[in-house]
Nanobody
Framework: QVQLIESGGGLVQAGGSLRLSCTTSRRTNSNYTMGWFRQAPGKEREFVAAISWSGGNTTYADSMKGRFTVSRDNAKGTVYLQMGSLKPQDTAEYYC????????????????????WGQGTQVTVSS
């Protein structure tokens, strides 16, 4: 089973940018849809973005469209979340997740559709 390790979180001022990385425990060009989620204190985990195993299909939560970009490098076994125009309300623990799929058209956007999760990386946006 693939294991996921997130990195790249930190403290940033509003309007700034961060790039999160999610590295798998082994190189993967196999059929995993990868997703990013976040969870703020006292709130439920919410969907941020997802990308199909080839990278050819992506989907975003409405509030992230135009500000966040998800991408992946299967040769490196890494998925990225480039975040821009950050707002204080983006403050949360960010998690990546993986789920095997048989179709490159498939991108999952729900928490319960993912089987493998990382430990998370904290993003704090100051006003």
């Amino acid at each position: 089973q693939v294991q996921l390790i997130e990195s790249g979180g930190g403290l940033v001022q509003a309007g700034g940018s961060l790039r999160l990385s999610c590295t798998t425990s082994r190189r993967t060009n196999s059929n995993y849809t990868m997703g990013w989620f976040r969870q703020a204190p006292g709130k439920e985990r919410e969907f941020v973005a997802a990308i199909s195993w080839s990278g050819g299909n992506t989907t975003y939560a409405d509030s992230m469209k135009g500000r966040f970009t998800v991408s992946r490098d299967n040769a490196k076994g890494t998925v990225y979340l480039q975040m821009g125009s950050l707002k204080p309300q983006d403050t949360a623990e960010y998690y990546c997740a993986a789920q095997a799929t048989y179709s490159d058209a498939t991108v999952y956007a729900k928490v319960d559709e993912y089987y493998v999760w990382g430990q998370g990386t904290q993003v704090t946006v100051s006003s």
